[in-house]
């Protein structure tokens, strides 16, 4: 995991390799490198969850470092990296919110859910932004989610905006369906919580449920 101020990176070992998850604001690519070069192993692959500026800030930069590289997200998402703002007639008709600065770098692959990223699974999330994923560690059971949760002082659901943490929800497109993903995620029975903003929460069950219930009230 690296830490950049309010955001997260994380660096998630395979046997012979690195997967980035997020690429935190601009500049955070030298401390990402920094980490994998700790851990000695190579990046191979830099998966996304959502294409806000937060998130996606260092992919040109990293990218540009890295030839080969895996580029991922999810192919709704890709549109936003590609600076397309267009919503499909099937979805809510919501203001897309958060910034979306989107970026040269081009996906290598889009993901659908059920698609594997290394260890890796893809979760579909959406709701914080349309095409917004979770990634899901088989392995331990570790869950990714992005900005379906954050654990700024607590564990919080980013459908509306709540303190101690307000940033993440004021970037959220349509809060029924982040809501929706929130307690679809919960039923993964994730191990450990690693989200976007705020620190990596072990056994988060009864924080999750807590936080969904505060968010159904
Ligand atoms: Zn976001």
Redesign the pocket.
Known sequence: MARFGLVNAYLVEEDEDLTVIDTGVSRSEKAILAAAARLGKPIARIAL??A?V??IGSLDDLAAGLPGVEVLISARDARLLHKDMSLDPGEPQRKLR?SYPGARTRPTRTLAPGDTVGSLEVVAAPG??PG?VAFFDRRDATLFC??AYTTMGRVAT?DKVRLPFPL?SM??WDPATELASARALRALEPAALAP?HGRVVESPAAAMDAALAKASA
């Open positions: 969850t959502h806000h937060d998130h958060g914080h932004t917004h992005g900005d980013t993440a970037a959220t976007g």
